[in-house]
């Protein structure tokens, strides 16, 4: 049997807390569910998942559909698609069996690769690139951009399906994962041929637009400029840590709060918390904080004696507050600037 890899990355950075980590579990898990009930890719439709954040992770390998199960999806600082596409070419060539010239064993399927990200990648993708189209054939990529700081010319260099996920709550996630199973049911039957990309191309779901060659959309931030920025905090009541983020304006030349979510075992990964290297960003550059996921008060202050951020709702009578990561009792007036610590994501 002829088996068609498929083989799916999936951009787990810290940006993909909350809608889009809860979309792409859901629609995996969906995605699962409806290629399962199809004869076509159950017979011949292999399934991988591969993650990349501060690195890439073979989250499994090559299964049946019969075996394989959804990934469990956990964020992290950074977008390491260059080590994604390195471990996509290592598995390929693994993984994936050629035809035998001369014989008249025939190999797999060329692999369909879905790429789902929503940054900038955070390392050097490029020369990745080039190794992998060097070693290994596939039959399609479809780079799918999901969010707003998408850089569509680089996902343009990488392949010529690029498309953007408009719609990025709940339904438009439904709808992306609804036409990733069409696409590979297709393709399970056999025939992924350019005829029938262009058919699976013109389903698109209303949430999805096709990326047009004369039409690549800008990208408006700034290069080298993180457009959205990261910051850990702890809540002053419960001390439990919970994910700020921020967006560029580019206006003012200041970060703004955006959002607020919280930070548990279910979404994080905090193993590799504190080590990752990446720039700091001087508190000029931030102003103001989004409420605290937790217990929603809205303001947030630095430790200067541990530097852990914490949001205000420790602050005593007094204008006091008890530092959630060290236990220190600040006085107001008592801090200084300070440096935060942040991930680009
Ligand atoms: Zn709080
Ligand atoms: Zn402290």
């Not at 014989?103 to 929503?118: A, E, N």
């Not at 041929?193 to 408006?220: H, Q, T």
């Amino acid at each position: 049997m002829r088996r068609l890899p498929v083989y799916v990355l999936l951009d787990c950075s810290e940006s993909m807390i909350g809608n889009g980590l809860r979309g792409m579990r859901t629609g995996i898990s969906s995605m699962l569910k409806a290629l399962r009930q199809n004869p076509h890719a159950l017979e011949t439709a292999w399934i991988s998942f591969i993650t990349f954040d501060s690195r890439a992770e073979l989250k499994s390998p090559l299964q049946s559909l019969d075996e394989v199960q959804p990934p469990r999806l956990l964020v992290r600082p950074g977008t390491s698609l260059g080590s994604a596409i390195l471990l996509l070419s290592e598995r390929i060539l693994q993984e994936v069996k050629r035809s035998q010239p001369g014989t008249l064993t025939k190999g797999d399927f060329r692999p369909i690769v879905i790429l789902i990200t929503d940054g900038q990648p955070t390392d050097d993708w490029r020369t990745a690139l080039r190794e992998m189209n060097s070693t290994v054939k596939i039959a399609n990529l479809y780079a799918v951009g999901c969010g707003d700081d998408i850089d569509f010319a680089g996902l343009r260099e990488m392949t010529d399906v690029v498309l953007n996920l408009q719609q990025t709550d709940e339904q438009g996630w439904a709808k992306l994962f609804v036409w990733i199973s069409e696409t590979v049911s297709t393709a399970s039957r056999g025939v992924a041929d350019g005829d029938e990309r262009e058919l699976m191309l013109a389903k698109l779901p209303d949430s999805v637009e096709k990326i047009e060659d004369d039409d690549i959309p800008s990208y408006s931030g700034e290069y080298g400029r993180a457009r959205q920025l990261f910051l850990t905090a702890l809540c002053g009541e419960n001390k439990q840590p919970y994910l700020m983020r921020y967006r560029w304006e580019p206006d003012y030349r200041v970060y703004v709060p955006a959002a607020s979510h919280i930070m548990d075992a279910e979404t994080c990964d905090f193993s590799t918390r504190g080590g990752t290297g990446l720039p700091a960003v001087n508190s000029q550059e931030v102003d103001g904080c989004p409420p605290c996921a937790h217990c929603g008060n809205s303001s947030a202050g630095s430790c200067g004696n541990c530097g852990t951020v914490f949001c205000g709702s420790s602050r005593q009578k007094d204008g006091s507050s008890v530092c959630p990561g060290c236990g220190a009792i600040l006085r107001p007036g008592g801090g200084g600037e300070f440096k935060i610590k942040a991930s680009e994501g």
